[in-house]
């Protein structure tokens, strides 16, 4: 059964997407990820234009985080203060993000850009996730393995304009998690991506937060990111398609809940190693078509004109 | 039915001529709905003579189907730093979103290069390059891309021998309009060809439309982009957590 998608203009079989949506919806709730960071790339591969596919999958990742967000809200386990400053850097970041992408668009770049993102962070996060399972793995064999310490302050941290963070129990500067942020939301507004799988690991590592608020803090940050950047994208080039979304959005929703049950059974080790390697080899993919002389070196573009 | 009736009345109040062509089609109207896949297009018709058959030249009939012209630009890939990466570029003022000729024989054979230019027939004098933006030495090789490129996708569609011609009377050929066309009028002209000279043409049109609820949405997302984002988070939020909502309730 193919749909009509009334804004990229072209028809996809119903089908593919609920099973791009299910497909990643699985997965994001085995290894509690967004998602979108597949989304995306797979929207590619089934021919819908990258503009479109970076905006509507921004608008699928709102809807995989919310009742994240909802849940740890009531948990108490978000630090308002810090998600507050990540967001004011992540939608400083978002409209970065949106005035290079609509740039790079105009200049005939966008496609390389898009992917050029792709192959660099997911090559580097998959490349970090491999290790660190491995690392896992050797951990979980040796029980008298060190510990690695919690956080280390550096001079970034002692940069003027310090803050209390207390559910994270911090006292540093606003800068870094300012940065964090605007790093964040250049990401989404150009990949099309929530940015969990760098803000996370930029929360542990670079600014030091304990890990039971990095998870709520971080969904607390994407989802309204996500938003933003989806309002930014739909205002200034119509590019959500909410037809596509709602294929993708009802796919994932339901795969996110089959993949909540099945990742509970597995193990977490060999998970991580699984993901590892899928991340890695849509990366893979992507650098292949950088890198191969393409069957057809010329491509036609239709400029948006009213 | 109604087109075959119209077709009997131009019959009845057309000027004479040495040969005239009528012509209809089996839909004048496309509903780009939810569902579409694109669709086929029978477009058919008469020759109506008042003098005897001319026995000298033999007689050939075109049918070209033009979408609506929009501006284009052909990018052209080189190696840079390792990468393919788009590099020249050649503007198209305007070429067609969609052109397919059907003809009873192959276009160079029955229609000679000064009538082509005439009546700009064959898809590539459907194409108008930008001037004064050239900044490419071989423009040609671009407009062939986007030939090419078009072809590829059933946007562009030669059709050489698809017009089936009866006693030199009745003829009739079938195009499919591919699932990516957009929306706006089509063209459809007919053309009578004798000796590479074009003898009689008939022009109509068909009308592509978005459907209802395609239509309203397209035009939300560009004339109130504001709400259309909303909707679009709300059609999320709603969808995200109800979905948990309703999980949680089926598992408690």
Redesign the interface.
């Known amino acids: 059964m193919q749909v009509y998608l009334p804004i990229a203009e072209t028809s996809v079989n119903a089908f593919t997407l609920l099973g791009v949506g299910g497909g990643v919806g699985v997965l994001s709730g085995m290894f509690g990820v967004g998602g979108g960071f597949l989304i995306t790339p797979l929207l590619f591969f089934i021919g819908v234009p990258p503009a479109i596919a970076v905006a509507t999958g921004v608008n699928q990742v709102v809807a995989s985080s919310i009742s994240g967000v909802l849940a740890h809200l009531k948990r108490k386990t978000v630090d308002l203060r810090m998600g507050m400053v990540l967001l004011i850097g992540g939608l400083i970041g978002s409209i970065i993000g949106i005035w290079f992408f609509n740039l790079m668009q105009r200049l005939g770049q966008i496609d390389l850009i898009v992917q050029l993102s792709y192959v660099i962070f997911l090559g580097i996060i998959g490349a970090l996730m491999f290790q660190e399972a491995l690392r896992a793995l050797m951990r979980a064999k040796d029980p008298n393995a060190r510990r690695r310490k919690l956080h280390v302050h550096t001079w970034v941290h002692n940069l003027p304009l310090k803050m209390k963070f207390r559910a994270s129990g911090l006292y540093i500067s606003v800068f870094p998690p300012l940065a964090v942020g605007i790093g964040v939301g250049i990401l989404a507004a150009v990949m099309g991506v929530g940015g969990g799988f760098i803000l996370v690991p930029a929360m542990i590592y670079l600014l030091g937060m304990p890990t039971k608020v990095v998870i709520g803090t971080s969904l607390f940050q994407v989802t309204f990111v996500a938003a933003f950047t989806t309002m930014m994208h739909a205002v200034t080039n119509q590019s959500v398609d909410v037809l596509l979304a709602l294929f993708l959005i009802i796919g994932g929703v339901v795969g996110a809940q089959i993949g909540t049950r099945v990742g509970l059974k597995l193990g977490a080790e060999q998970l991580r190693i699984l993901l590892a390697l899928l991340v890695l080899s849509v990366a893979g993919k992507i650098a292949f078509d950088l890198l191969w002389t393409p069957a057809e070196l010329y491509s036609v573009t239709v400029p948006r004109q009213f | 039915m109604r087109a075959l009736v119209l077709l009997l009345m131009l019959f009845a109040v057309l000027p004479l001529r040495a040969e005239e062509v009528v012509a209809g089609l089996s839909q004048d109207r496309v509903s780009?709905?939810?569902?579409?896949?694109g669709s086929e297009i029978l477009i058919f018709g008469a020759i109506r003579r008042e003098a005897p058959l001319p026995a000298d030249s033999t007689l050939d009939v075109a049918v070209a189907i033009e979408g609506p012209p929009?501006?284009?630009?052909?990018?052209?890939?080189?190696?840079r730093a390792?990468?393919?990466?788009?590099t020249e570029?050649q503007d198209v003022r305007a070429a067609p979103?969609f052109y397919a000729v059907a003809s009873t024989a192959p276009l160079r054979d029955i229609l000679s290069p000064e009538a082509d230019l005439t009546y700009r027939i064959s898809p590539r004098l459907a194409i108008f390059e930008a001037r004064g933006t050239v900044d490419v030495h071989d423009p040609a090789v671009?407009t062939e891309?986007?030939i090419?490129?078009?072809e590829r996708e059933g946007l562009y569609q030669q059709l050489d021998g698809a017009v089936n011609l009866q006693r030199d009377t009745l003829f009739s050929t079938r195009i499919t309009l591919p699932?990516?066309i957009?929306e706006g009028r089509y063209d459809a002209r007919i053309f009578l060809l004798r000796e590479g000279e074009v003898i009689d043409e008939f022009e109509t049109f068909i009308d592509v439309r978005?459907a209802v609820f395609?239509?309203w949405?397209?035009n939300l997302?560009?004339e109130q982009?504001?709400i259309?984002?909303?909707?679009?988070?709300a059609?999320?939020?709603f969808?995200?957590?109800g979905?948990?909502?309703l999980?949680r309730f089926v598992r408690s």
């Open positions: 780009l709905t939810v569902n579409f896949e929009m501006p284009a630009i052909i990018w052209r890939k080189a190696r390792g990468i393919w990466v788009n570029r979103s671009f891309a986007l090419r490129i078009r699932k990516q957009v978005k395609e239509r949405l397209f997302a560009y982009p504001f259309y984002g909303l909707m679009a988070l059609i999320a939020v969808f995200g957590w979905a948990s909502a999980f």
